[in-house]
């Protein structure tokens, strides 16, 4: 009866723990799931420097403040569109690894944490400009019709 009582103990504990998206600590449900996959096709469509491909991941609603209280390096969706389809025009190559450290669902918004690791190239007037760039960034979605969507952090 004592080792029926632990082996049910135990099943009960192994049932209770909370499963992980596979090579992260983000807890693994169909919102997590998503938001990770939006990241990803954000990545890929960026590697392959195609603004209509990001625009379709990103909310009408996209408002980004950069982090600082200078109104002039805010970006709004508008902006995005302009900024995208420029920057993209110049960049030759580009390779981005996106690590998603964390993600915090409320209701239909959305905020995940992660590492970004981002090799280019970039035509300049003269020649062409290896570049690189990391950092930590906190990237905000919300859910569209079903579809979560980027509102800041690109």
């Known amino acids: 009866m004592r ?33 990770v996959a939006a990241i990803d096709l954000y990545r890929q469509a960026a590697e392959r420097r195609d603004a209509p491909a990001v625009l379709a991941l990103v909310s009408t609603k996209y408002f980004d403040d950069a982090g600082t209280p200078d109104p002039a390096d805010d970006i709004d969706y508008p902006q995005l569109v302009k900024r995208l389809t420029a920057d993209y025009a110049k960049i030759t190559s580009l390779k981005l690894d996106i690590g998603v450290r964390g993600v915090e669902i409320k209701g239909d918004r959305a905020a995940a944490y992660v590492f970004y690791d981002e090799h280019f190239r970039i035509q300049t007037k003269t020649t062409e400009v290896a570049k690189s760039a990391t950092d930590i960034q906190r990237m905000q979605l919300v859910r569209e019709d079903g579809h979560w969507k980027f509102v800041s952090g690109l």
């Not at 049910?8 to 799931?33: E, K, Q, Y």
């Open 3 to 35: 080792s029926l009582a632990v082996t049910l103990a135990v099943f009960a504990l192994a049932c209770a723990t909370t499963h992980h998206i596979p090579g992260t600590n983000i807890d693994d449900t169909p919102d997590t799931r998503a938001v």
